[in-house]
């Protein structure tokens, strides 16, 4: 053999042993490593610390280093020997991969690469939801199944089966992209699904709210790939993505349930205790204490092991996954499930994290209160829970007090000092309560609650007065998929009643509520009312962000102004049996000098100057010219 041959010989296999030599490295350490979380980041974030968890049998028995000249913070290890937290810092970093390596014994005995990604262009300062929009709520497994063979995946154990109510249905991510464009017809312009990561349950896993990994898409709905493209598709229309969060609990099969980090990563009393409801007992200053600890660290429900949110290492892993998610899936926003259950402090905590990333980011937490006072505590700045020296940092709430009015007051004909749509009023009465009254979401329904259309029984008239009120009122609108065709269910029949599959997301349904010429009429009335008031909506930013100025309703007559510099709007809502006839001279302070309205469904032109005369059951929208 020739000396150059030889030396090339020698260079081909000593290739060969170094590939070799690598590739042994890899088989160990995935044998080591079962899990890496958060699985990569991002370059450049304002928050340059990223704790990384990294699991796997007796991996806390290893040293940590790490290459690139990359700077370890701090180690962390718990009681349980197969968890190992290091925290480095990515400041002045650029996006890059680079290499953890576990020794024992000054010898490496596994390595793990690492990728810090490059942001999109002005992530930190994305857009969010706000007054300006719609929000569409949906159960991913009951809009439509766009892809049957994910119906019945086998790492997880629920199957699909749609004969059974409260069990899997089959719709997914790809059914919801189908059907964007029937979304963006019916005027919404951002589109809330219920939780969409994997809960592997092994029955009513279908609402996904006790997950099982939270950094994985269920498989019954898709990949992350997937939700990603839905993201995408949506911005293409012009449409926005809310996740909704939960911070609150996991599932019981979540995997980390037979293997915790540490034993306070959840509330235990040991195991299972459950909360007592009562979310007062965070700021009743007479609260006694085991009714305090009960309600902020018992269980919702026993399925649902309560997170504890002032564990730091927790607390870090939920924000990370929080802007991880955002960032990869290049979210609008948040809602997050049961706000007010959590660690008081932590979740404001948590809340202040991923606002301070994202300045414009809205999340609006479920605080499901019945008393606006309590409810307006929990928004960002509040003035009564200053008080307590408390800010939670939370943008928006829900207006739940509302939705409880709405439930009842469209069939209180006769208005009395209490009953009617005073109610409405009173409500808006309130509203100095709030640090900022834009950022609340109103709605007359959702998936937790009876359907509207069951409360009414497809009243079509009581519809319309609804929803010109969500559509003209102050804040965020809310809507309930289905409700815009007539859906109706009935909760005291178990919540699957209220979560029906919407008809025509699944082949071989007899009814396409998704195109007009598979509508009933009744679903195509319905629609058609909702479609055009939606859309007009978009136009008219008095609705948005104005000013609002309301009068005591008079025989269950309510009318209000939404007003700007430029633009005002008077709506009319005739809630009586009867005929009415108001006298616009009462109105002149918001009237001013405009002299017709332009009913916005109808285009009727109406005189200011006369009376006008509104038929019972009834709403007129007036562009004031």
């Given at each position: 053999?020739?000396?150059?041959?030889?030396?090339?010989?020698?260079?081909?296999?000593?290739?060969?042993?170094?590939?070799?030599?690598?590739?042994?490295?890899?088989?160990?350490?995935?044998?080591?490593?079962?899990?890496?979380?958060?699985?990569?980041?991002?370059?450049?974030?304002?928050?340059?610390?990223?704790?990384?968890?990294?699991?796997?049998?007796?991996?806390?028995?290893?040293?940590?280093?790490?290459?690139?000249?990359?700077?370890?913070?701090?180690?962390?290890?718990?009681?349980?020997?197969?968890?190992?937290?290091?925290?480095?810092?990515?400041?002045?970093?650029?996006?890059?991969?680079?290499?953890?390596?576990?020794?024992?014994?000054?010898?490496?005995?596994?390595?793990?690469?690492?990728?810090?990604?490059?942001?999109?262009?002005?992530?930190?300062?994305?857009?969010?939801?706000?007054?300006?929009?719609?929000?569409y709520l949906i159960m991913p497994d009951r809009f439509a199944n766009g892809n049957p063979k994910n119906d019945s995946e086998k790492s997880v154990v629920e199957k699909a089966n749609r004969r059974n109510?409260?069990?899997?249905?089959?719709?997914?991510?790809?059914?919801?992209?189908?059907?964007?464009?029937?979304?963006?017809?019916?005027g919404a312009t951002a589109l809330w699904p219920t939780p969409l990561c994997e809960d592997n349950d092994s029955r009513g896993s279908y609402h996904g709210y006790g997950q099982s990994d939270v950094y994985?898409?269920?498989?019954?709905?898709?990949?992350?790939?997937?939700?990603?493209?839905?993201?995408?598709?949506?911005?293409?229309?012009?449409?926005?993505?809310?996740?909704?969060?939960?911070?609150?609990?996991?599932?019981?099969?979540?995997?980390?349930?037979?293997?915790?980090?540490?034993?306070?990563?959840?509330?235990?009393?040991?195991?299972?205790?459950?909360?007592?409801?009562?979310?007062?007992?965070?700021?009743?200053?007479?609260?006694?204490?085991?009714?305090?600890?009960?309600?902020?660290?018992?269980?919702?429900?026993?399925?649902?092991?309560?997170?504890?949110?002032?564990?730091?290492?927790?607390?870090?892993?939920?924000?990370?996954?929080?802007?991880?998610?955002?960032?990869?899936?290049?979210?609008?926003?948040?809602?997050?499930?049961?706000?007010?259950?959590?660690?008081?402090?932590?979740?404001?905590?948590?809340?202040?994290?991923?606002?301070?990333?994202?300045?414009?980011?809205?999340?609006?937490?479920?605080?499901?209160?019945?008393?606006?006072?309590?409810?307006?505590?929990?928004?960002?700045?509040?003035?009564?829970?200053?008080?307590?020296?408390?800010?939670?940092?939370?943008?928006?709430?829900?207006?739940?007090?509302?939705?409880?009015?709405?439930?009842?007051?469209?069939?209180?004909?006769?208005?009395?000092?209490?009953?009617?749509?005073?109610?409405?009023?009173?409500?808006?009465?309130?509203?100095?309560?709030?640090?900022?009254?834009?950022?609340?979401?109103?709605?007359?329904?959702?998936?937790?609650?009876?359907?509207?259309?069951?409360?009414?029984?497809?009243?079509?008239?009581?519809?319309?007065?609804?929803?010109?009120?969500?559509?003209?009122?102050?804040?965020?609108?809310?809507?309930?998929?289905?409700?815009?065709?007539?859906?109706?269910?009935?909760?005291?029949?178990?919540?699957?009643?209220?979560?029906?599959?919407?008809?025509?997301?699944?082949?071989?349904?007899?009814?396409?509520?998704?195109?007009?010429?598979?509508?009933?009429?009744?679903?195509?009335?319905?629609?058609?009312?909702?479609?055009?008031?939606?859309?007009?909506?978009?136009?008219?930013?008095?609705?948005?962000?104005?000013?609002?100025?309301?009068?005591?309703?008079?025989?269950?007559?309510?009318?209000?102004?939404?007003?700007?510099?430029?633009?005002?709007?008077?709506?009319?809502?005739?809630?009586?049996?009867?005929?009415?006839?108001?006298?616009?001279?009462?109105?002149?302070?918001?009237?001013?000098?405009?002299?017709?309205?332009?009913?916005?469904?109808?285009?009727?032109?109406?005189?200011?100057?006369?009376?006008?005369?509104?038929?019972?059951?009834?709403?007129?929208?007036?562009?004031?010219?």
């Amino acid at each position: 053999m020739k000396p150059n041959t030889f030396r090339s010989f020698l260079n081909i296999n000593f290739n060969q042993i170094t590939l070799l030599f690598l590739f042994l490295i890899s088989l160990n350490a995935n044998a080591q490593i079962q899990r890496v979380e958060p699985p990569f980041w991002y370059a450049g974030m304002k928050n340059p610390e990223l704790q990384i968890l990294f699991y796997g049998k007796n991996i806390a028995e290893n040293n940590v280093s790490v290459s690139n000249n990359i700077l370890i913070k701090e180690v962390k290890k718990t009681e349980n020997p197969n968890y190992i937290f290091v925290t480095i810092d990515t400041k002045n970093n650029e996006a890059q991969d680079f290499v953890f390596s576990f020794s024992k014994n000054k010898k490496v005995a596994f390595t793990q690469k690492y990728s810090l990604k490059k942001r999109k262009v002005n992530s930190a300062q994305r857009k969010s939801y706000d007054a300006s929009d719609l929000i569409y709520l949906i159960m991913p497994d009951r809009f439509a199944n766009g892809n049957p063979k994910n119906d019945s995946e086998k790492s997880v154990v629920e199957k699909a089966n749609r004969r059974n109510p409260g069990s899997r249905h089959g719709g997914d991510i790809e059914g919801i992209i189908k059907n964007l464009d029937y979304i963006k017809e019916l005027g919404a312009t951002a589109l809330w699904p219920t939780p969409l990561c994997e809960d592997n349950d092994s029955r009513g896993s279908y609402h996904g709210y006790g997950q099982s990994d939270v950094y994985k898409i269920d498989p019954r709905y898709g990949t992350n790939e997937d939700y990603l493209r839905l993201s995408t598709e949506l911005h293409k229309k012009d449409m926005k993505l809310i996740m909704d969060y939960v911070t609150n609990h996991w599932g019981a099969a979540h995997w980390m349930m037979n293997d915790l980090p540490t034993y306070e990563w959840l509330h235990q009393f040991p195991g299972y205790a459950q909360t007592n409801y009562h979310m007062t007992t965070q700021f009743d200053p007479n609260a006694s204490k085991i009714d305090t600890k009960m309600c902020m660290d018992g269980w919702f429900v026993k399925s649902m092991p309560d997170l504890n949110q002032s564990n730091p290492l927790l607390l870090k892993y939920l924000t990370q996954n929080a802007i991880w998610w955002i960032e990869y899936a290049d979210l609008d926003g948040f809602r997050v499930d049961t706000y007010s259950y959590n660690d008081k402090k932590g979740i404001a905590e948590w809340t202040k994290a991923i606002t301070d990333e994202y300045p414009n980011f809205n999340i609006v937490g479920e605080v499901w209160m019945h008393d606006q006072a309590q409810m307006a505590y929990w928004q960002k700045d509040s003035k009564i829970a200053a008080i307590q020296n408390y800010n939670s940092y939370l943008p928006s709430v829900m207006d739940f007090t509302l939705m409880e009015s709405t439930a009842t007051v469209f069939n209180e004909n006769q208005a009395t000092w209490d009953k009617g749509l005073i109610k409405i009023y009173e409500n808006l009465a309130n509203d100095f309560l709030y640090p900022n009254i834009n950022s609340i979401m109103t709605f007359v329904e959702n998936h937790d609650t009876n359907r509207f259309n069951e409360i009414y029984q497809k009243d079509f008239k009581k519809y319309q007065m609804a929803m010109t009120l969500i559509a003209t009122i102050r804040g965020i609108p809310q809507i309930y998929y289905g409700s815009e065709i007539s859906m109706a269910g009935n909760k005291n029949e178990g919540d699957p009643a209220i979560r029906l599959d919407f008809p025509g997301g699944w082949e071989g349904d007899t009814n396409n509520a998704f195109t007009k010429t598979g509508r009933t009429a009744e679903q195509e009335q319905f629609f058609d009312f909702s479609s055009k008031l939606f859309q007009w909506r978009k136009t008219n930013d008095a609705v948005h962000f104005g000013k609002t100025t309301q009068y005591i309703p008079e025989d269950n007559v309510y009318v209000y102004f939404r007003y700007t510099d430029t633009k005002t709007v008077m709506v009319i809502i005739n809630n009586s049996d009867k005929t009415q006839t108001i006298k616009t001279n009462r109105f002149q302070e918001n009237i001013q000098n405009y002299t017709t309205g332009k009913e916005v469904l109808t285009q009727k032109t109406i005189d200011l100057k006369d009376n006008i005369t509104i038929d019972s059951q009834s709403a007129y929208i007036l562009e004031l010219n």
